[in-house]
């Protein structure tokens, strides 16, 4: 069967382990030789070390991988072999996880809105969880009342994220009582609750307020005598450090595990991380293509920019922690732009820098979320190779 991963690059390299073994920067000048630029060192080590990190955090919460920012067959299966679950939302992330060896038990499908055609996909993956927030969706699965279970997405609004996850997707508590009722006379297992706060997150007390509307919201279901709510499932939206500090995930997860003590514990609680997991390990490597003096400033034009790696800048609104390769030498007010024709494609318009020669090397960190997955070809420069570093053998 062949996958689909029309937001990837074409190409996916898996490098030697001598390459594995290098110190950073030699790395990062090894790919670029061997691979061109850009490029981008997708290293698995921090996959795992990012996996562990808030397995030990948030212990009571199974975390589903959200594929969403990150979706590589490399990241599946470096964390398959963590032991996470994974949650999906459309059929290109079915098939991803499908063609690495995930069974469908592990999974959860978390897109709020989908079409007959999509639900018949995950099912037939064996996926069986499925997200809605209204009853137009709750009424599409009256036919498959016997397979699926669903999570009902309450929504809390958040502007101070970088994503607000709730404008777009998610009800009421009373939305949610009156969904839960009218599933009950349709037949339609309600499993539980779920939510997202928002991605990068810099607050935990959102999710405490979530948590807390969740279980008001568990106590009325059995109140009213419906069959008892089972899973909360907090969402992602756990923050990473870019530029602005961010609490340690042990210290943010201090209040979380908190309010979730106050539920039974024969509650199953979930997360679904996506950004915490893979953006610190994607370090980005472009070229410098050409320069001009312009208004006292150099710019520097690199073969990666907005609409390729860099393409977070926009969609996200992430800012990435950029720097020369080689920091030498005395620093100049710089600016750094992509390759393409358009004037928006400008990465940085204020960066001290060394001076740089054509061919020089700029790098981006923590580019692992909502980069390449959202990245295009427009004016045909091509996206960056992914390099994987310390990539899992294939066997388990
Ligand atoms: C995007 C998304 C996630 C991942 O969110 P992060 O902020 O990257 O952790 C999780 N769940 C759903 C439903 C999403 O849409």
Same mark, same amino acid.
């Given at each position: 069967m062949s996958v689909i991963l029309p937001n990837l690059p074409a190409a996916s390299v898996r490098v030697s382990e001598i390459v594995n073994k290098l110190p950073e920067r030699e790395q990062i000048e090894s790919a670029a030789a061997l691979h061109g630029t850009p490029v981008m060192l997708l290293d698995c080590d921090v996959i795992r070390s990012q996996y562990r990190a808030l397995r030990q955090a948030l212990p009571e919460a199974a975390a589903h991988f959200a594929l969403k920012p990150l979706p590589h067959p490399a990241v599946v299966?470096? /964390?398959?072999?963590?032991?996470?679950? #994974?949650? =999906?939302?459309?059929? +290109?992330?079915? $098939? /991803?996880? &499908?063609?690495? +060896?995930?069974?469908?038990?592990?999974? !959860?499908?978390?897109?709020? !809105?989908? &079409? $007959?055609? $999509?639900? &018949?996909?995950? /099912?037939?993956?064996?996926?069986?969880? #499925? *997200? !809605?927030?209204? #009853?137009?969706e709750l009424e599409k699965f009256s036919k498959y009342r016997d397979q699926a279970e669903l999570l009902i997405r309450l929504s809390f609004r958040n502007a101070d994220a970088y994503s607000d996850l709730s404008k777009k997707f998610g009800c009421s508590p009373d939305g949610a009582l009156e969904l839960i009722q009218q599933a009950y006379q349709l037949g339609i297992r309600i499993k539980g609750l779920s939510f997202h706060v928002g991605s990068q997150t810099a607050d935990p007390q959102k999710y405490v307020t979530a948590i807390q509307t969740c279980g008001d919201v568990f106590r009325r279901v059995s109140e009213l005598g419906l069959p008892k709510l089972s899973t909360l499932d907090i969402g992602g939206g756990f923050p990473v450090h870019y530029i602005d500090k961010v609490m340690s995930i042990g210290e943010f997860c201090v209040p979380i595990r908190q309010a979730l003590a106050e539920f039974p514990e024969s509650v199953d609680v979930i997360s679904e991380p996506g950004r915490f997991i893979v953006a610190p390990a994607i370090i980005s490597v472009a070229s410098v293509m050409g320069q001009a003096e312009r208004d006292g400033k150099t710019w520097y034009?690199? $073969?990666? +920019? =907005?609409?390729?790696?860099?393409?977070?800048?926009?969609?996200?609104?992430? *800012?990435?922690?950029?720097?020369?390769l080689h920091t030498e030498g005395e620093l100049y007010p710089s600016v750094l732009a992509g390759p393409t024709c358009d004037s928006i494609d400008v990465i940085s318009e204020d960066i001290m820098l060394p001076k740089l020669k054509n061919g020089d090397l700029v790098i981006g960190r923590m580019m692992g979320a909502y980069t390449a997955a959202s990245a295009s070809e427009f004016n045909f420069f091509p996206k960056a190779k992914i390099v994987v570093l310390n990539e899992p053998s294939d066997l388990l």
């Open positions: 299966k470096t /964390l398959l072999q963590e032991g996470a679950n #994974f949650d =999906l939302a459309t059929n +290109g992330e079915v $098939d /991803l996880v &499908r063609a690495a +060896g995930v069974s469908g038990k592990r999974t !959860i499908h978390t897109h709020p !809105i989908k &079409r $007959d055609s $999509d639900i &018949r996909h995950a /099912l037939e993956y064996g996926c069986t969880v #499925f *997200v !809605i927030d209204n #009853f137009n034009y690199l $073969d990666d +920019g =907005l609409y390729g790696s860099y393409s977070g800048m926009i969609y996200d609104h992430a *800012v990435y922690p950029v720097e020369a």
